[in-house]
């Protein structure tokens, strides 16, 4: 059994709610990304999903993009990403999904990176400007190494969007609670609970619901409605104002409180 499958078998047994975290991998250092996967392992979260820095990152707001930018300028790689998640391996369980764009993946080439990424330990891949529909060429190398391929549903995925989805996809699936970019925002949507039934009664994943959730209480909300909760920007801000030990405590405070508020 994945990682990722037995992480939510167990949720479901206690009853418990998913939270997934969002750090860009290589802000500011690959060596303090190593570190905070162990923090927020020990923190409480579920899953880690480590986000691969690219120059043109089209889905995210200003805050990840910064992320990426500080990333970028500190050199981080695919192949150094890779060689990081292999370290944490030494100590953490946890399941670490690769998030980002096609553009890096397809150049270090499909079917060595699926190889690799799993002999790293890498359990998933999310792509976000890699719809299902066009997936058919890097699909049956991460099937075959055992790389869970997870898909983005929005607002306005239509129903075929929606079974092609469920047919294919692996690990979970990734609700998009609003249209537009990642980022914090003040409120929840008033159509998010009528959205999430007709997503998690027409796919067999867990539905995992982010972009945007910025607070515990907001956490409480969107996880209330699906299988897990996903939360980035909020974490990824906190990159940017603090460091070293000063990091490590605000992460593990507030994942704390993410995962406290969802319980």
Do not use: W
Request: some cysteine.
């Amino acid at each position: 059994m994945s990682r990722l499958k037995k992480r939510f078998a167990d949720l479901e047994k206690q009853g418990a709610k998913a939270l997934v975290t969002f750090v860009t991998a290589g802000d500011p250092t690959l060596s303090c990304t190593e570190e905070m996967i162990s923090a927020l392992e020990a923190a409480g979260a579920d899953v880690i999903e480590l986000g691969v820095p690219f120059s043109d990152p089209m889905a995210d707001g200003p805050t990840i993009q910064l992320s990426s930018e500080r990333a970028l300028a500190a050199g981080t790689t695919l192949p150094e990403i890779l060689a990081t998640v292999r370290k944490a391996r030494v100590t953490c369980q946890i399941p670490i999904i690769l998030m980002g764009y096609l553009n890096p993946v397809h150049a270090y080439g499909y079917e060595r990176f699926c190889t690799d990424a799993v002999d790293a330990g890498v359990d998933g891949v999310l792509l976000v400007d890699l719809p299902p529909e066009e997936a058919g060429e890097l699909l049956p190398y991460a099937r075959r190494s055992g790389l869970d391929m997870i898909f983005l549903l929005t607002p306005t995925s239509d129903a075929s969007r929606i079974k092609l989805v469920n047919e294919i996809g692996s690990g979970f699936v990734y609700y998009v609670t609003v249209t537009g970019v990642t980022g914090a925002r003040q409120v929840v949507s008033n159509s998010l609970e009528m959205e999430l039934a007709n997503i998690t009664g027409k796919v067999k994943l867990p539905v995992m619901a982010g972009f945007g959730v910025s607070t515990p209480e907001q956490a409480a909300e969107v996880a209330g409605l699906a299988n897990g909760v996903v939360v980035g920007s909020a974490i990824v801000k906190l990159f940017e104002k603090h460091a070293g030990q000063q990091l490590k405590q605000e992460l593990t405070q507030f994942v704390q409180s993410l995962k406290q508020a969802i319980s």
